[in-house]
């Protein structure tokens, strides 16, 4: 039998041990993890606090080219405009180590939220980025969705188009959106789980 | 902090003589350089020819793989030929890793060629000269990211025959035809999930020493199928030699592993990079 064989055979014989364990990767919502962050006006937030609200966490970094096309064209903004309007927690939350690029005082912060017109429930500073962690946030934006139950029914990124150019806003599926609206319609999530992309969140 | 203003190229011979004068006296900080490199001084309508794209990148910079990896973006290309010309996709030189803060990323450091094959038509519009242009965008990072785009020129005289570029031109596409990895048909892959695993086998060449297998790393071409950040490990089955490899949890069970396999400069593997096409059974 040449090495050809051998291998169709034993990958074969393998597949057929191991047949019963290939598509039993269900997405299992797994509960997020509590955190409790201080926001851009002093005020501190707790997840518990929001326990029976569908919350939003958006990973941001405005020195990001990938965050500045989401918001030099009002993409972002208008997802936290509509979906705060429909009573939904959103927290930008910036995970920048001291030093490091999108890392600002708050004073900035709080100008730059005026500037972009920015309309999340609260931006959140997460310096020694712990929660980033606990998240397994990978880049800015990166996304994240939890039930009233508390358990992530999306993460990931927060569209189909991977790029940082500001044409590839238009025609884009937003999995953000698509998973509020399924889940606050009682309908499951069809896209529980996506690749974020973006900058990396500078820890 | 980095200047994020983007480096415009403009349109036009003279204003992109102007600003090569000017990335030439001002200090510009981070700024790359880019250059389009044709393989011929004149083409005979219907035959096709390389060209490549040349990136020259800031010491501590790097842009990215056609897989970016946990971060960043591909480059991308778009191309204005005359009718009766067109553009192949771009073969990707082998990637380098790049580790920063758990994260991983795929792509390149100093400078990197982009090739291209162009194929033109026995019905090219008759002129005297071809001129092709090429936009690239591209996304270069250090501890911050810059988009950068250039619009890259080049031409040729069309002809009774096609004629090579000069030496120079040559050497360097030659260079990065080198760093392309190999289809080789005597390297055989497949691939197999197991439990929280995807198995990817190698059947080697005999000619190949696998001791060299462990020097080599994997780079999968599909932007989120696998868990990059967990540590890949040689194990063998059954005799076979497998990468265990973790997938991530949105991958589709039954979609193919593609990549390519890299061995480091430091290797003693004769290979420097394969194709890896590994289909599940």
Not at chain 2, 51 to 69: I, K, Q
Not at chain 2, 86 to 113: M, N
Not at chain 2, 127 to 142: F, H, P, T, W, Y
Not at chain 2, 231 to 252: F, K, N, Y
Request: charged fraction near 20%; charge should be negative.
């Amino acid at each position: 039998m040449n090495i050809k064989q051998t291998l169709v055979k034993n990958i074969t014989w393998m597949a057929a041990l191991c047949g019963v364990l290939v598509g039993v990767e269900s997405a299992l919502a797994r509960p997020a993890p509590s955190f409790s962050l201080t926001d851009t006006q002093g005020k501190a937030h707790s997840l518990s606090d929001y326990a029976g609200k569908f919350v939003v966490l958006e990973w941001i970094n405005h020195d990001c080219p990938f965050v500045k096309k989401h918001y030099n064209s009002d993409n972002m903004q208008s997802l936290q405009r509509k979906y705060t309007g429909l009573n939904v927690i959103w927290f930008s939350i910036n995970s920048s180590a001291p030093g490091k690029q999108g890392n600002y005082p708050v004073d900035k912060w709080n100008s730059m939220v005026e500037a972009k017109k920015a309309a999340p429930t609260a931006l959140l500073l997460d310096p020694e980025g712990t929660v980033g962690q606990a998240y397994g946030a990978k880049t800015t934006p990166h996304m994240f969705v939890i039930n009233p139950e508390g358990e992530i029914i999306y993460e990931g990124a927060i569209d189909d188009k991977a790029g940082y150019a500001d044409d590839e806003i238009a025609g884009a599926v937003n999995y953000v959106a698509a998973a509020l609206d399924a889940a606050m319609a009682g309908q499951p999530v069809a896209t529980p789980s996506t690749k974020s992309y973006g900058c990396s969140v500078k820890y | 902090m980095v200047n994020p203003t983007r480096v415009q190229h403009s349109a036009g011979w003279r204003v992109l003589t102007a600003l090569m004068f000017l990335a030439a006296t001002l200090p510009l900080g981070a700024a790359p350089r880019a250059e389009l490199l044709s393989s011929v001084a004149t083409v005979r309508p219907g035959d096709s020819f390389q060209v490549g794209v040349h990136l020259v990148l800031e010491d501590g910079w790097h842009t990215y793989w056609r897989n970016p990896g946990d971060s960043g973006a591909a480059p991308r290309l778009r191309w204005h030929l005359p009718e009766g010309c067109s553009a192949g996709p771009i073969e990707w030189p082998a990637p380098q890793r790049f580790t920063e803060g758990g994260l991983v990323s795929f792509g390149y450091e100093k400078d990197v060629t982009f090739l291209v094959t162009l194929q033109t038509t026995t019905n090219l519009a008759p002129a005297s000269v071809m001129l092709i242009r090429a936009d690239l965008s591209v996304l270069v990072c250090k501890d911050a990211c810059v988009p950068h785009e250039f619009s890259l020129r080049a031409g040729m005289r069309l002809a009774d025959e096609t004629t090579p570029a000069d030496s120079d031109r040559l050497a360097r596409l030659a260079d990065a035809n080198a760093r392309l990895p190999v289809a080789d048909p005597d390297w055989r892959f497949a691939s197999l999930r197991e439990e929280e695993n995807l198995l990817l086998f190698v059947d080697l060449p005999t000619t190949v020493d696998v001791a060299t297998l462990q020097d080599s790393l994997f780079f999968p071409s599909t932007p989120g199928q696998l868990e990059l950040s967990v540590a890949s490990r040689w194990t063998m089955r059954d005799g076979m030699h497998a990468l265990q490899l973790r997938p991530t949890a949105a991958v589709e069970p039954r979609a193919p592993l593609d990549g390519v396999l890299v061995w480091p400069e430091s290797s003693a593997a004769a290979h420097r990079a394969v194709h890896v096409h590994a289909p599940p059974p």
